[in-house]
């Protein structure tokens, strides 16, 4: 995948040296994109159970930096990127067959671009998915069960609300109908699933990228 003629790896926290490991086989890394509460998290858990592939969404790293460190601390950022920088490398080192992603990425910001260019040369064949719903589906979802059980940091629901609304307003969370963002990429795919269930987004994400079922993981 390429989209940058040329990449700024100082901008995305990755340290790739080519030489590292030249026998390193690639894997597939499905990126779930979108606003948060979109459901990045529970298509992902959907779609590790009928691929095999291994969900590692961004509050596995947001979360454990946030026991040592505050967002404003200067130490906060760079343990975030460094964690994902050794799961991302030490992954392709192991058994697994692939990794899903999930990232709220703000497409006016080509810290997002750069970060999967880097991805892929580190060896992973990237597949962009963006997920979009109706502000009223992420409200609701915002204050889901399972949401709230498994991201600590949004317990606090006016307050991940009110975060909601004012990343809607100041970033592009999402591309527009006559966006060309999937052409700057090999594999992407959109999906609004304002009202798809998480095993309905993830079995299209399987047929548009032609991946195996396995039986269990």
Same mark, same amino acid.
């Given at each position: 995948?390429?989209?940058?003629?040329?990449? &700024?790896?100082?901008?995305?926290g990755?340290?790739i040296?080519? $030489?590292? @490991?030249?026998?390193?086989?690639?894997?597939?890394l499905?990126v779930?994109?979108g606003?948060?509460?979109?459901?990045?998290?529970?298509? +992902?858990?959907?779609?590790?159970?009928i691929? +095999?592939?291994?969900?590692?969404?961004?509050?596995?790293s947001?979360d454990?930096?946030?026991?040592?460190f505050g967002? #404003?601390?200067?130490?906060?950022?760079?343990?975030?990127? +460094?964690i994902?920088?050794?799961?991302f490398? @030490? !992954?392709l080192? +192991?058994?697994g067959?692939?990794?899903?992603?999930t !990232?709220?990425?703000?497409?006016?910001?080509?810290?997002g !671009?750069?970060y999967?260019?880097?991805?892929?040369?580190?060896?992973?064949?990237?597949?962009?998915?963006?997920?979009k719903?109706?502000?009223?589906?992420?409200?609701?979802r915002?204050?889901?069960?399972?949401?709230?059980?498994e991201?600590? $940091?949004?317990?606090?629901v006016?307050a991940?609300e009110?975060n909601l609304?004012?990343?809607?307003?100041?970033?592009k969370?999402?591309?527009?109908?006559?966006d060309?963002?999937?052409?700057? !990429?090999?594999?992407?795919?959109?999906?609004n699933?304002t009202?798809?269930?998480? #095993?309905?987004?993830?079995? $299209?994400?399987?047929?548009?990228? &032609?991946? #195996?079922?396995? &039986?269990?993981?």
């Amino acid at each position: 995948m390429t989209v940058r003629k040329s990449i &700024d790896v100082s901008d995305t926290g990755l340290h790739i040296n080519p $030489t590292d @490991q030249p026998n390193r086989v690639e894997k597939d890394l499905v990126v779930i994109f979108g606003p948060p509460a979109v459901g990045k998290m529970t298509v +992902g858990r959907a779609l590790e159970k009928i691929t +095999g592939y291994r969900l590692f969404h961004n509050h596995m790293s947001i979360d454990l930096a946030l026991n040592f460190f505050g967002y #404003e601390d200067e130490a906060y950022r760079p343990m975030v990127e +460094g964690i994902r920088e050794v799961v991302f490398k @030490q !992954f392709l080192n +192991g058994n697994g067959k692939g990794l899903i992603f999930t !990232f709220v990425w703000d497409l006016e910001d080509d810290y997002g !671009f750069n970060y999967f260019d880097c991805l892929a040369e580190l060896g992973y064949r990237v597949h962009l998915v963006e997920l979009k719903a109706t502000i009223s589906a992420l409200v609701v979802r915002n204050r889901s069960e399972k949401r709230l059980a498994e991201k600590p $940091t949004k317990v606090n629901v006016v307050a991940s609300e009110k975060n909601l609304m004012d990343w809607m307003s100041s970033k592009k969370l999402n591309t527009n109908w006559n966006d060309a963002l999937h052409k700057r !990429f090999e594999k992407y795919l959109y999906i609004n699933n304002t009202h798809m269930a998480p #095993e309905a987004t993830a079995a $299209t994400i399987m047929d548009k990228f &032609d991946f #195996e079922v396995v &039986d269990e993981i």
